[in-house]
């Protein structure tokens, strides 16, 4: 079975620009989260999408924001970029019966450079 | 604010022996950990789960949950230079009556070592 996959693998952008990332999860699986990844942070938590529906969202600004297709596909979206969204960032799926554990299975992430 | 503490290392270990990686965390309702493996340029990998005080075998990974203390731990036996890597520890409080949740929440991982 396939993995996570995630579009673009990498990515540069300018200050004030706006981007958006692809998702598509493991097949079978309909919940999707979203993580930022940075040397500083760490990893964390920026929502969480089931049967299209934002289930929870992080601490982040509304500057992100996210949705899912009914064929379970995700994209965020970032707005008006800044210097620190510079980040790997990462996409995840749960089995079936496992979504409320938060057992997730990562796709390779798309490297985002904000200049 | 949940915290996941974890030695950030490096943890030297030789080739062959055990090693043994900790994570403490702040909330007493958490109800789901994971070990995940990340290797440097790469996104992370789960190897372990556990929900339930004890221990839980996969393999050469040993899983261990100490509610009680709010620790969890990950050994590795028969340490081999591919396990190398970062490994972060991650915790959940569940699904929480009336649906929320906050996804997984990372420690900032310790860097392993195996010395051939």
């Known amino acids: 079975k396939a993995g996570v996959t995630q579009t673009p693998r990498y990515l540069i952008k300018t200050r004030g620009q706006q981007v958006t990332l692809s998702c598509s999860p493991i097949?079978?699986?309909?919940?999707v989260s979203w993580y930022q990844q940075t040397p500083g942070q760490g990893l964390q938590f920026l929502f969480e999408?089931?049967?299209?529906?934002?289930?929870n969202k992080g601490n982040f600004p509304g500057r992100f924001s996210g949705r899912q297709f009914s064929n379970s596909r995700s994209e965020m979206n970032v707005s008006t970029l800044e210097l620190g969204d510079s980040a790997l960032y990462l996409c995840a799926s749960s089995p079936p019966g496992r979504e409320d554990y938060y057992e997730q299975y990562f796709g390779p992430g798309t490297r985002l450079t904000v200049t | 604010q949940k915290e996941v503490e974890q030695n950030s290392g490096p943890l030297s270990v030789p080739e062959g022996a055990i090693a043994s990686l900790n994570c403490t965390y702040s909330?007493?309702?958490?109800?789901?950990f994971f070990w995940y493996r990340q290797y440097s340029g790469k996104s992370p990998e789960l190897i372990m789960s556990i929900y339930s005080n004890g221990d839980k075998e996969d393999g050469r990974f040993t899983a261990q949950l100490n509610k009680a203390s709010q620790y969890v731990s990950l050994l590795i036996r028969d340490s081999q230079p591919s396990d190398s890597a970062t490994y972060l520890c991650?915790?959940?409080?569940?699904?929480?009556?009336?649906?929320?949740?906050?996804?997984?929440?990372f420690g900032k991982g310790t860097h392993l070592i195996i010395q051939p």
């Open positions: 999408y089931f049967s299209e529906t934002q289930r």
């Open positions: 909330d007493r309702v958490s109800q789901s």
């Open positions: 991650a915790v959940n409080v569940g699904r929480l009556p009336g649906g929320g949740a906050d996804g997984l929440t």
């Open positions: 097949s079978g699986h309909r919940s």
